[in-house]
């Protein structure tokens, strides 16, 4: 049984195989396994989710794991019970894995301290977002053969962005060149990756844009949203620069036509909804990976 809690601490070999695992879930023509029969797995969200959330649901109902849905919203956090008393809550109840998502940093790494069953991170922060790298280094996998040798241009929020932090720690593992581009008020120098010009994070193999994550800026981090585009935002007409054989990224949530233009979310090389779908064969690996 083993949490995920980031990518940082975890080998390449391990990384490899979550891969492989969700490239044989990928290719199961079953959409329900057994594999989870019985066991108990809660989704425990105290910042709002769409893909991460429901991603891991299809995937434990494709498992065919009992899944129990806690949204903080709805909840006694709303009486003031703290996150540790609500995990320890249904950690008594008998859940057999938790999936958890939480605003603040460095609480995950200590509740994981305490608490008994396998954790899984499903966003912790502006510390690791490990799932959606491991579905990311799916996808350029699948579109490239191999992450040796990529250039990745990871573009916008660095400072705020869980997902650039886990996609630099595994991407480098796998000899793959990341780079960033950023505005100095969102950048992240003490992450150590090379900082580029637009113009040079164009010429990469990948092109990743992050979402500006406007609730969790100070006031005027961002400038307007049509400044931000001019600088740094992926518009068709910077697209028609990309390799042809280059991909367009987004986790998403997208803020269209700020980061990315609204035409090009659906664009031939854009991969944003691949990278949804890939969610689900890798959340499907990585809560196997917890339970067996
Ligand atoms: N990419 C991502 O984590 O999306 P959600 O916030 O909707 O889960």
Redesign the pocket.
Known sequence: RRSLLGLKELGMDEIASILDRAAYWEASSNKLEPALQGKFIANMFFE??????FSFEVAEKRLGAEVLNFAAAVSSVQKGESIYDTVRTLESMGIDAGVI?LKPNGVLADLATKIKVPLIN??DGNNE?PT?ALLDLYTMRKQFGELRGLTVSIIGDILHSR?ARSNLYALQKFGANVQFCAPASMAAPELGAPLVTMEEALKADVVMLLRVQLERHEAGMMGTAEAYREQYGLTTERASRIAPHAIIMH???INRNVEIDDELVEHPQSRIFTQMQNGVPIRMAVIERALN
């Open positions: 709002n989710s769409t893909r991460t959330r998502r499903a966003g977002h959606q997902v986790p998403a949530p």
